[in-house]
Each structure stands twice: as structure tokens, then as C-alpha cells.
């Protein structure tokens, strides 16, 4: 891997609209977001990829006392994300019920459902939300 | 995984010692302490309990966790002279919130190595307060600001900034993950965490050093509700991230913690029940993303690790503590580690087993709701727990079938767990 910042390089990638993972070169692993190991088993041989967008939400909820950096955001969905290629991803999720327990509960019937990426600037910060399809 | 090596020597609990868990600013036991005091408080009534003196220790092990509100580093060499170690090793070690049971891992270590006998392991957090400049006054610590700086365990570069939030994370999800796998509605769920905490307040208040000093019935009362499910499901129990309610969820609170650790050969020189650590494990992980909310590697791998050092499997756990700052992690841990039946673990709740007087006891301090999580503490006051089971000292709460083998469960955030297996001697 390159010697400058991994994580400004995918901080900068987001506002090109690229979402950077990297693929492990010895098990063939995705990881996301991107280090200079491979999370599945440790190796270094790790090359950023270009990853889709595309993924399963697992899960979701919404809390009730957020961090205070996202305060103004309050109520927000906060889910676990299975992403096409592999990796697990815990992010903001768009298009769903908040405040509504009942449609929360009746919506879980229906998870896993498909997601797709979509970068948006979070308190000051472009990041990777998933948005129900 | 590397293959187990056992320690060339082992490793004994002789002494321990725990202080009230509440407010310094406010709890009585603990009122007007700084934190080297409250530090002090504990690992004296360790050395006590082990009929030890300062002079008889060879090393040290302070854990901590918040930095922030103690206005403190360097654990050692602020504590050493309180302690009666000055001039003695010691360090500073921390793995969040499993620190105080990490210690015992290291005290093992250090005693397997040969180079040191006899091992004072201490936790120790003030997170409710900050000092002022003016010692030994201090002020409440904003929980706003307390949890920012508690979220420097967690991933700053990439999770914290992606909405990160502890409460759905960490509360919300597996108790969704446990309700889908299972085919339980979330009705159903609610009467589980109900239960649980029915049980864990009801052991608190068994325990004089538990932070909650009131059963759910009688907080139910005292807020004008006869029917503690009433009251479960009313304004004063609001989801703190749907479908986890409030009470489901940790008291954060100022503590210490000891214990003293000696060669498992020597130990009867300073008690006449000394509890072998006969297994231990540890596991690191970044973030809360694994890939199954209810399976966690980084919960697995050391308990699996822990009980073959040990030797054991999981039918002979005769006591269970897990870190339950979340009370679902109760059902979930204890399923996985394999104390209750995978599935099924649910229905001990529903048929309050895992109290005290019950067949498969959990937590019987209450839990870090009912106990209350001092962090850095906390490992240290769940083994004085069940040091305290195994010795059949627990007055008033203690487990009829005095338990043999324990085994105890810490989670550091985020994530870090140790697992640690303790057997009595003569079980």
C-alpha cells in the first residue's frame, strides 16, 4: 500500500463518488473500509478496489439519546449493512420508519432487503449511508 | 490459532476486595474520594482478605479506563506510594471495559513466568465527576461529553463519523438478531428483557455494594405503578434504541476493584480457599460489525480458548458472569458460551432460573445494571463475585450449590473480551 493516508485516500475518493475498499491479495477477502490489513486473516498483501454500492441490510434501529455530533440528525436509522462484496458495515440508513414502532416491527418481516450506497455529507464529513431500495 | 501452552506455574486468587459502585460525589462508602483513594479502598480490603501487607507484593497491575474524567495517566506512578509499592514494578493496563479481568490473565502470566510471586491486580474508573483545580473537589461530568470521550475506544478514522451509536448497535441489533433467529415476536422479546431485569435488580439488592438499591416492584411502586409490567412498559421505561428499553441498559458508575494473586503452590499460606485461575483468553476487534450480531468472533474465540486452557467444557459451569451492559447480552453470551441451550436460553429468564436460588445463575450481583459498570472496575467486581460465590461468602445471595468452576466474561469497548476461568480447589 501506498505511503500516504489510506484514510484520506478514501475520505477524498467519497467526494468523487467512489467508494474504496481493498481485496486481499492471499485469501481473496473485501474488506471495508480500507487498512493496511486484511481483517479476515491479517495479511498485509491488501490492493484497493472500487466496491458497488450494493448490499443487504440486516438490521436496524434508532436511538433515542444519539452521540452529540449528530444531534441535529435526531431521530435517525442506524443498521448493519451485509455489502455485496463481503464486508459488514454498521451506517446511517435511509428510507425507513424512525418513530413508527409498529411499521419498525412489521418492516423486520422483511429483512434482509437490498440496499444501495449513497455518500452524504454527515456533520461535516462525507460518508457512506445505505438506502433501502 | 497457536496451540495452548500452559503456564509453567499456576496462579491462585487468595485475596479480593471491591468497593461500594455509586457516585463520589454522593454515595455513601464512597463520598468525597479521589480516585487514588478509591483505589486504595479496594486493594487494601484485598490485601486484608488475603492477611496481606503492602511489603508482601512483588508487582502491580492498575487498570483504568477513563483518562478523561480521572485527569489521570500513569496509574502507577500517581498510586504506587498510596498502595505502599513504591519502588515496586508496576503498570498501567487497560482493555476497556474488560480490563480488571484482563488482569488476571497478566497476574497469571507474571507469576508463570517466574519472575514475580505474589500479584495486586486493581481496577479503578471515576467517570460521574471530573476534578476541579481546586483538590479534592470535583463537578458532575456531563453525559453528553462522557460518552464522546468514551467513544476514543471505538473508530474514529472510519465507524464513529458513519452515525455511530451505541445504543442500536450494541442494545438494539442482537436483540433483533435473537427475536429473528428464533422466531420470537418482539412482544415475546420485551417479556425476556422484563425478566431479566426482574432478575437482575432483585439481585442487586442482595448485593450492599450494588448501585441499584431498589427491586423493579419497588420502583414500580415508588412511581405509582403496582404491576412491575405496567410499569415496564410505561413513560418512565422509554426504548433507548427500539425495541431495547432504558432499564435493558448499563448504570454507569464510579468503583474499585481488587484482588491478590499468588502461586497456585503458595496460596495456602494466605487463605484457606483459594480460587485457581485455571483459564483465561482474550480476543480484539475492531468495531461492532461482525458478521452474525449474536455470534461474535471476538466473544467465541476466548471462551473457547479459556475453557481449553481450562480443560473444561461448558456443562460444568456452575456459575456464569457475562458483561451484560446491555442485559440482552445475558440471553446471547450465555447461549454462545454454551450455558444455556442455543435457542432455547430464553425460557430460564421466563422461568427465573438465573437468580441466586436458581439452577443456572447469572450475574448474581446484578449485573452492570444492577452492580453498575465502573468500566476499568468492573472485571475486577465480577470476579470478587464469583471469588465470593466459590468461597460460599456471598451472604444473602449466595448460590445453594456452592459453585466449583466459574466462569467470567468481560467486554471491552470496543470490542475487546476476556474470558477467565476459575475452579476451587477442592471442587
Known amino acids: 500500500m501506498c505511503a500516504d493516508s489510506i484514510v484520506r485516500k478514501f475520505y477524498d475518493a467519497l467526494e468523487e463518488g467512489t467508494i474504496l475498499g481493498t481485496k486481499c491479495g492471499e485469501c481473496g477477502a473485501y474488506n471495508f473500509p480500507p487498512k493496511t490489513a486484511c481483517t479476515e486473516c491479517g495479511s498485509r498483501s491488501v490492493e484497493f478496489v472500487e466496491l458497488s454500492g450494493k448490499g443487504e441490510l440486516q438490521f436496524y434501529s434508532s436511538g433515542n439519546l444519539p452521540p452529540l455530533r449528530f444531534a441535529e440528525y435526531a431521530p435517525y436509522a442506524y443498521g448493519l449493512v451485509k455489502m455485496e462484496e463481503g464486508p459488514m458495515w454498521l451506517t446511517m440508513i435511509k428510507g425507513v420508519e424512525v418513530r413508527d414502532t409498529d411499521r419498525m416491527t412489521e418492516f423486520l418481516a422483511e429483512l434482509p432487503c437490498a440496499v444501495s450506497a449513497k455518500i452524504e455529507e454527515v456533520a461535516g464529513t462525507k460518508i457512506v449511508t445505505f438506502e433501502v431500495a | ?427
Open chain 2, 1 to 427: 490459532m497457536a496451540g495452548q501452552v500452559r503456564l509453567g506455574r499456576g496462579a491462585s486468587i487468595v485475596g479480593v476486595g471491591c468497593t461500594q459502585f455509586g457516585n463520589i460525589l454522593e454515595t455513601p462508602g464512597i463520598k468525597g474520594l479521589c480516585t487514588e483513594e478509591l483505589a486504595v479502598k479496594a486493594a487494601f480490603e484485598a490485601l486484608d482478605d488475603a492477611g496481606l501487607e503492602p511489603k508482601d507484593i512483588d508487582a502491580f497491575f492498575i487498570g483504568g479506563v477513563q483518562m478523561h474524567t480521572a485527569h489521570m495517566f500513569a496509574h502507577y506512578s500517581r498510586m504506587c506510594d498510596w498502595l505502599g509499592l513504591q519502588r515496586k514494578p508496576g503498570i498501567h493496563f487497560e482493555t476497556a471495559c474488560s480490563t480488571s479481568n484482563t488482569g488476571a490473565g497478566l497476574a497469571a502470566m507474571a507469576i508463570g513466568s517466574g519472575r514475580w510471586e505474589n500479584i495486586l491486580v486493581v481496577g479503578v474508573d471515576t467517570i460521574l465527576s471530573h476534578p476541579l483545580d481546586n483538590p479534592p473537589e470535583r463537578e458532575p461530568q456531563d453525559a453528553g461529553d462522557l460518552w464522546t470521550t468514551t467513544d476514543y475506544g471505538a473508530d474514529q478514522q472510519y465507524a464513529v463519523p458513519h452515525g455511530w451509536d451505541i445504543a442500536p448497535g450494541y442494545g438494539a441489533l442482537p436483540t433483533l438478531a435473537y427475536a429473528k433467529r428464533y422466531g420470537l415476536s418482539l412482544a415475546a422479546m420485551d417479556e425476556v428483557m422484563f425478566n431479566i431485569n426482574m432478575a437482575v435488580r432483585r439481585q442487586a439488592v442482595l448485593e450492599p455494594k450494588a448501585f441499584v438499591k431498589q427491586d423493579l416492584p419497588t420502583l414500580a411502586q415508588s412511581l405509582g405503578y403496582s404491576d412491575p409490567w405496567e410499569f415496564w412498559n410505561s413513560q418512565y421505561n422509554p426504548y433507548a434504541a427500539w425495541p431495547t428499553r432504558a432499564l435493558s441498559c448499563l448504570n454507569p458508575c464510579d468503583g474499585a476493584s481488587a484482588y491478590v494473586v499468588t502461586p497456585a503452590d503458595k496460596a495456602k499460606q494466605y487463605t484457606g480457599k483459594p480460587i485457581d485461575i485455571l483459564g483465561f483468553d482474550w480476543a480484539a476487534f475492531n468495531g461492532l460489525a461482525d458478521k452474525d450480531p449474536i455470534n461474535w468472533d471476538v466473544d467465541r474465540l476466548p471462551f473457547e480458548g479459556a475453557y481449553k486452557m481450562a480443560g473444561i467444557t461448558p456443562d460444568e459451569i456452575d456459575y456464569l458472569s457475562v458483561h451484560d451492559c446491555m442485559q440482552i447480552y445475558q440471553l446471547v453470551l450465555g447461549e454462545l458460551c454454551g450455558y444455556l441451550e442455543k435457542g432455547q436460553g430464553y425460557k430460564a429468564f421466563l422461568e427465573g432460573r438465573t437468580g441466586s436460588d436458581g439452577d443456572k445463575p447469572i450475574c448474581t450481583h446484578g449485573g452492570k445494571h444492577g452492580k453498575g459498570h465502573a468500566f476499568g472496575a468492573s472485571g475486577g467486581s465480577d470476579i470478587y463475585e464469583a471469588v465470593k460465590q466459590m468461597r460460599g461468602e456471598a451472604e444473602g445471595r449466595q448460590i445453594g450449590k456452592v459453585p466449583g468452576i466459574s466462569v467470567v466474561h468481560n467486554a471491552g469497548y470496543c470490542m475487546h473480551t476476556a474470558v477467565t476461568v476459575l475452579g476451587r480447589r477442592d471442587s
